[in-house]
């Protein structure tokens, strides 16, 4: 039976999707090195066709979506997506997984998360094209749920909503202190040691709230000597001798971005650890190439480094998260 298409056209889609995105018709048009007025027309046709208003757009205010607008930006992005694998999958061979995944890490997991993925997943399934974003948790929230993210990998405290999850790593938050500190000859430090000392803290929800709570459940408060949101930063200020800090993510380079020596102890009484999971939306259906992606994380060889160094891979999280996979597919 003949269905007829719709009126409206992909181009059409993606300059409403960029807008959106960018929160105003300017920005958009910048980012798509397009005039105002080419992204304008498109929005007014679109919406003309369709018989229904996306967008509100203010001069001083920017753009925002109607909820009508809301829920065609998700469709259209699905859209997208398939339309771009579709395209991909004329030249792929039988079987093989094609187009795009976005995938979102959180900051300090992205040099462990990134390097993986584009080496070792993209030569495995070469066809895929993966982009990637770096955001924190705060920034995460509603990305999954509107379809901007396909996977995202990050601390299990504080996801937003409630998304499937595949738990990949636990680790225990450390302190790192300069070579030259007086308790780095130690093998394990006791916070009370450090409270009276300046704190480098690395100022990113849920990181700084993880370290605050470290403090708090021994009854202590830290004397914050610096805040800020950058990973190096903290290993920069520490190696300088300006204070301590505490981290989960594990740095095979135990020098600073100065070159300076860098040593990292373990906390006593020991932490409870904190989990790296990857997270995929638990409302929408999972394409084959974002299920395999999701799949490769449970082989990954990030698994087997964190055992070469004493972490914990995770393991029995993995059956939960194959259930979850099975749902997804379910009409």
């Given at each position: 039976m003949f269905q007829r298409s719709p009126d409206f056209t992909l181009r059409q889609l993606s300059y409403l999707i960029a807008a959106a995105e960018a929160g105003s018709v300017s920005r958009a048009a910048s980012q798509l090195h397009l005039s105002p007025a080419a992204i304008t027309e498109a929005l007014n046709e679109l919406e003309r066709?369709?018989?229904?208003?996306?967008?509100?757009?203010?001069?001083?205010?920017?753009?925002?979506?109607?909820?009508?607008?809301?829920?065609?930006?998700?469709?259209?992005?699905?859209?997208?997506?398939?339309?771009?694998?579709?395209?991909?999958s004329t030249s792929a061979p039988e079987g093989a997984h094609a187009g795009p995944i976005v995938v979102a890490c959180y900051p300090t997991l992205a040099p462990l998360v990134l390097p993986v993925l584009l080496d070792d997943f993209c030569r495995a399934h070469p066809l895929v094209e993966l982009r990637t974003l770096d955001l924190s948790h705060d920034e995460l929230e509603g990305r999954i749920e509107s379809g901007e993210v396909d996977v995202a990998f990050v601390y299990d405290t504080l996801v937003p909503g409630a998304p499937n999850r595949h738990r990949l790593l636990r680790l225990p938050a450390h302190v790192l202190l300069p070579e030259a500190h007086p308790l780095a000859a130690s093998d394990a430090i006791h916070l009370r040691h450090l409270a009276e000392e300046n704190l480098i803290l690395f100022d990113v929800p849920p990181s700084?709230?993880?370290?605050?709570?470290?403090?708090?459940?021994?009854?202590?408060?830290?004397?914050?000597g610096s805040r800020t949101g950058s990973f190096e930063a903290v290993r920069t200020l520490v190696g300088r001798g300006l204070g301590y800090g505490i981290?989960?993510?594990?740095?095979?380079?135990?020098?600073?971005?100065?070159?300076?020596?860098?040593?990292?102890?373990?906390?006593t009484p020991a932490v409870p650890p904190v989990g790296i999971d990857v997270i995929w939306s638990a409302d929408r259906a999972v394409p084959d190439r974002v299920t395999a992606l999701i799949e490769f994380t449970a082989t990954a060889e990030w698994s087997r480094g964190a055992e070469e160094r004493g972490e914990s891979p995770a393991t029995a999280p993995r059956e939960r998260s194959s259930h979850a996979l099975r749902r997804t597919h379910q009409p």
């Open positions: 066709i369709l018989g229904t208003t996306l967008t509100i757009r203010r001069k001083a205010q920017g753009l925002t979506l109607t909820p009508s607008g809301t829920r065609f930006v998700q469709a259209a992005r699905e859209l997208l997506a398939e339309s771009q694998a579709l395209a991909a700084s709230a993880h370290t605050l709570s470290l403090f708090a459940e021994q009854g202590l408060t830290p004397r914050i981290l989960v993510q594990r740095v095979a380079n135990r020098q600073s971005y100065e070159g300076r020596p860098l040593v990292i102890r373990e906390i």
